[in-house]
């Protein structure tokens, strides 16, 4: 790890002007950011954390019914206190990693890095939520855009992300080998209006709404429906743990599974 | 009735007291005042030839204490072999050099190019950022089969090709075996991979140097398996270095599996850099090192012949087998695809006619050498699945088929080379079949297939060649060492003893195992004897543990050595209690006359020993002896094990639901720690059929570079084990009738898992034969699919 300023502000206000610093770089629960700074593979000049700011933690329901979480909010936090209220998105934050990550990691944090194997964006493009910043509010379709690529302007911050809590919900989580990542991770959730399905861990293209599954199972909400539907694999990531037939499968299982969950 | 101390209790292990209070003393615990770290400078390709490199900019970066190149090693010798394996023509292996830093070439993906000695590690890793390497890349040698073809690129510029050895054993008329197979009824033809392997220990590796100007005298410590062997391999052939001015320390050592055994570069480095320096010099892997510089297990290309007469007797095995041996030659890399692999493969069968091929090669990529198991289980993985591939194309049980052909008789001369003393298959098989529940296997298919999941079992055999051996036998094979090894038992004043050993625990409880024996010979509480290992200046002269050799021969000195202590106690307390010494009992810790009340305690005659007031003229004072114990034979753990499988049918995720070792370990000293030994086994066995896989690209890149992408088993990821260690045979050749059983559950394992995943997947109507490890769900997918 080469030598880094290290800042720790107390407000939005001080981090965003401390981000505006050359060089500087956010730092949430460092389950990425830190293992990749001691293999030197990253070295901001200067690290803002965002562990110490008090309205960016914690877990709310706002008018709407909808449940707020906070940016700091760690994984374990949010598994423990959305059990009752969103059952599904608590099992995804509480298989994410291991204990240690999970009371490190923030959902901020994953969201911001948005790696293509995270469970977290499953959750957020599956449910339709709102990514919030100091600056607006994105919705989820349009923030995800590709492998660790996201809709953040320089230097702006999430601080809480807003999710609609859908009548039935399931994420069915394949996990790669080794890192227990989603090798395919599913994250479906059935609304009034409508169903939406949300792939992570397949794409080349990071997290992706697999809308022929959506529109299937608006007209018929059960297992069978998917059948005949495929994911095409030519966009799947292929490597040693699956080929792109291999992900383009565990697509359609997974998401049979989380209908067959919601049932 | 389970005993409570001595031979055959499960004495529980007292080093783990130390471990789990984090009372341990590992190599990185060790911080000597002034210290220096070490950082590597590593290849990042995987062949290339150096044309310069320019260390000016490093030398002057702040903290810098010096720089060394390949160039600094002109002078001294390289990493040596420990084996020279003969080749099917009387030729000598090629043996290329192997320095401590490259000269010339790089050869694979982590070869140390350079290293930067400075007063802290992050000074030492900015000034190796700023070494400026300039390397022409040249293909990278990977395929074995293509790197043994006329023309292909050489690692190694000045050999005359890419292969070490072509290795023969068995039944050396083609002709002969020819016609075995010819007259066979029936043929089955298996070509397989047994995937490489990263050992991974806990504990990533360490060595720690310090040089004493003031008596030239050095020490290391290091995370070593075998400190006397490493003692003498960097004096006499690395360094120049007089072995009475250099102590090597093992510490306690987080788990070794082979991967430290041998000697490394870095050993070396670090103790001519300490004198070079005049400091002390200190390195610890980081484990993205290990993965490119610990050495690798495995990695076999095979194809086996089986062939079976009319009757399904096995009639012939012939197999041809590509065994990469990686960029150099590791320390005991040769012997394990010749000597501990192509000996083992008649397995527990009475196959008549084998023949052995093996080819070895070099590769650009990191050494391969012996990971638990080391050969045998390249063996074993060959022939049983084989076995089980031809019970089902002849539609016969395969563990009916496999007793059939079981060796009956004792002792067996194989056709490769081994003489088996003692066993019982069938014995061994009938605990297993019991153990394992047979015949509930049906009802348990069944409901698994209730619920969308097909069931398989799979059954194998395994025979393992343990506590390597007779020198005298090793050294005709090409060994260029001995392999006995030695105990020294220090009674003190007051009856305590100490016992300093040659071999060396990581795991594998000989603090509490060992004891057990010596307080079973005289009738003292085990808590009276201590066991000291790991440090060159306190024990006699051992080859350290692996092979799961350490009670079979440095328990047997140990034996040896308490025998003489009571021949000499016998004398001291024949004259304190005024009898002949061929009256004496020793009893419960109590010396008697025969047919007497007579009697003087254990602790009388040691204080005896040592404040010799009264005491036999003859009798030198004093209770101390050691003895050297060089084996007869090897010994022949076996044993049959079972798995069961559900497969997943839909996503091709393998989850292992009962697994059952039977196993024959001769006479056992602690059976908690002989169950733990075969779990612990099991486990890694199991990592290699259903996880691990050390996999580089086209380019000698090392895809698998991290926990990120290598997969380790985890807990939830293996069974309950059933272990049956009932069926005994004891070794007839040593004093304790102990065979060894640290390798068995690896050897063991990983043909049961794949037997059983083939047998689920052919219960589900799946014409798949064939899954090379690891058996992972996209494997067994596309297995399905193809």
């Given amino acids: 790890m080469y030598n880094f300023e290290f800042k720790n502000p107390s407000t939005i206000a001080d981090a965003v002007a401390a981000l505006a610093g050359e060089d500087a770089q956010a730092l949430g629960g460092g389950q990425t950011l830190i293992p990749t700074m001691k293999q030197r593979l990253a070295s901001p000049a200067t690290l803002v954390s965002l562990g110490g700011i008090p309205e960016l933690k914690g877990v709310c329901v706002e008018d709407d019914g909808s449940i707020a979480i906070g940016a700091a909010t760690t994984h374990a936090t949010v598994a423990r206190e959305v059990a009752d209220k969103y059952p599904a998105l608590a099992d995804l934050a509480g298989h994410i990693g291991d204990p240690a990550v999970r009371n490190r990691g923030t959902i901020g944090g994953s969201l911001a890095n948005n790696d293509p194997a995270a469970c977290y964006p499953a959750a957020v493009l599956g449910s339709g939520a709102a990514v919030v910043t100091n600056a607006r509010q994105i919705p989820a379709d349009d923030y995800f855009q590709g492998m660790f690529t996201t809709a953040l302007e320089e230097g702006e911050i999430i601080t809480s992300v807003r999710f609609p809590v859908p009548q039935a919900a399931s994420y069915q989580k394949f996990l790669q080998p080794a890192s227990r990542f989603a090798l395919v991770g599913v994250f479906l959730a059935r609304f009034a209006d409508g169903v939406r399905v949300a792939v992570t861990g397949a794409s080349e293209d990071g997290v992706f709404r697999w809308t022929e599954a959506e529109q299937a199972l608006n007209k018929e909400f059960r297992p069978d429906a998917l059948m005949d539907l495929r994911v095409n694999p030519m966009n799947m990531i292929g490597d040693l743990h699956g080929s792109k037939e291999y992900r383009a499968h565990l697509v359609g299982v997974m998401t049979r599974r989380a209908v067959q969950a919601c049932i | 009735m389970p005993k409570d101390s001595g031979i055959g209790a499960s004495s529980k292990r007292r080093e783990d007291v130390r471990f789990l209070t984090g009372a341990g003393n590992y190599t990185d615990d060790i911080n000597i005042r002034g210290q220096a770290y070490v950082y590597f400078l590593r290849s990042d390709i995987a062949h290339g030839r150096i ?170 410590y290091t995370t070593s398996q075998n400190p006397h062997v490493i003692r003498l391999l960097m004096c006499a052939f690395v360094l120049g270095l007089p072995e009475h001015k250099v102590r090597v320390v093992a510490p306690d050592v987080g788990g070794g599996f082979g991967t430290k055994i041998f000697h490394y570069a870095e050993e070396a480095f670090c103790t001519f850099a300490a004198k070079a320096c005049n400091r002390p010099v200190k390195w610890t892997a980081s484990r993205s090192e290990a993965f490119m510089s610990d050495a690798q297990g495995r990695d076999h290309v095979s194809k086996i012949e089986l062939a079976l007469d009319a009757d399904n007797n096995f009639v012939g095995l012939r197999t041809h087998t590509y065994a990469n041996l990686g960029a150099y030659l590791s320390t005991f890399s040769s012997s394990v695809p010749t000597w501990l692999h192509g000996t083992l493969m008649a ?369 939830d990821d293996v069974p309950f084990y059933t272990v049956d260690h009932s069926s005994q045979t004891p070794c007839t050749h040593n004093p304790l009738g102990v065979k060894g059983c640290g390798e068995a559950g690896a050897i063991g394992s990983p043909p049961a898992v794949v037997n059983a995943v083939i047998d689920a997947l052919q219960s589900g109507g799946k014409a798949v034969d064939h899954i090379d490890m690891p058996v992972s769900p996209s494997r067994v997918w596309a297995a399905m699919n193809s």
């Fill in chain 2, 51 to 220: 044309k310069s490199i320019d260390t000016s900019a490093a030398e002057s970066m702040p903290g810098v204490v010096r720089v060394f190149t390949g160039k600094d090693f002109e002078g001294v010798g390289g990493m040596p072999c420990g084996w020279e394996v003969t080749d099917k023509h009387g030729a000598p292996m090629q043996e290329p050099p192997h320095p401590i830093l490259a000269q010339g070439k790089v050869r694979h993906v982590g070869d140390p190019i350079a290293a930067v000695v400075a007063d802290s590690l992050e000074q030492a890793r900015d000034a190796a950022e700023a070494i400026d390497v300039d390397i022409e890349e040249l293909p990278a040698v990977l395929d074995m089969k293509a790197a043994a073809e006329e023309g292909a690129p050489l690692v190694h510029d000045d050999l005359k090709n890419n292969i070490c050895y072509d290795w023969q054993l068995g039944e050396a008329d083609d002709d002969k075996v020819n016609e075995v197979f010819s007259n066979a009824a029936h043929v089955t033809t298996l070509e397989l991979v047994n995937n490489r392997l990263v050992a991974n220990p806990m504990e990533p590796r360490v060595a720690v140097a310090e040089y004493s100007r003031g008596t030239d005298e050095y020490t290391l």
């Fill in chain 2, 347 to 715: 397995g527990n069968y009475k196959t008549p006619v084998i023949q052995v091929n093996v080819r070895a090669m070099f590769t650009n990529t990191v050494p391969v050498d012996a990971y638990r198991g080391a050969g045998r289980p390249e063996a074993t993985y060959q022939l049983e699945r084989v076995i089980d591939k031809a019970a089902r194309e002849l539609g016969v049980d395969p563990v009916a088929l496999r007793r059939q052909n079981f060796i009956t008789q004792f002792p067996y001369d194989t056709p490769v080379a081994l003489t088996y003393d003692t066993g019982d298959y069938n014995g061994t098989m009938d605990k297993l079949e019991q153990a394992a529940d047979f015949a509930g296997f049906p009802a348990r298919r069944a409901e698994s297939e209730a619920r969308g999941k097909l069931r398989g079992l799979g059954v194998n055999c395994y025979i393992e060649a343990c506590g390597i051996a007779p020198s005298n036998i090793v050294g005709m094979l090409g060994a260029r060492a001995g392999l006995y090894d030695a105990a020294t038992v220090r009674v003190n004043a007051t009856g305590s003893i100490s016992v300093m050993v040659g071999a060396h625990s990581h795991g594998q409880g000989h603090e509490t195992a060992f004891p057990q024996v010596v307080a079973d010979m005289i009738g003292i509480d085990e808590s009276m004897i201590e066991i000291v290992h790991g440090d060159t200046s306190k024990i006699p002269f051992g080859m350290g543990t692996y092979g799961s050799r350490s009670l079979a021969v440095c328990g047997s000195a140990m034996v040896k050595a308490t025998e003489k202590v009571i021949a000499k106690a016998k004398k001291i307390a024949a004259h304190l209690l005024e009898a002949s010494e061929a009256d004496i009992e020793l009893k419960d810790g109590q010396f008697t006359v025969a047919g007497t009340d007579k009697s003087v305690a254990w602790g009388d005659v040691t204080l005896t020993a040592y404040v010799p007031h009264n005491f036999p003229l003859e009798v030198e004072p004093g209770l101390e002896e050691t003895a050297f114990y060089d084996p007869a034979n090897f010994t022949f753990p076996a044993g049959a094990y079972a798995c069961e499988v559900e497969v997943d049918p839909e996503t091709g995720q393998v989850t292992i639901e009962r697994f059952t070792a039977a196993d024959d370990f001769g006479n056992i000293i602690n059976p908690m720690i002989v169950d733990g030994q075969v779990h612990g086994g099991i486990g890694q066995g199991i990592g290699q059929a259903l996880l691990e896989n050390c996999v580089y690209d086209e380019n000698g890149q090392l895809l698998s570079a991290s926990f990120m992408d290598y997969a380790m088993p985890r807990a």
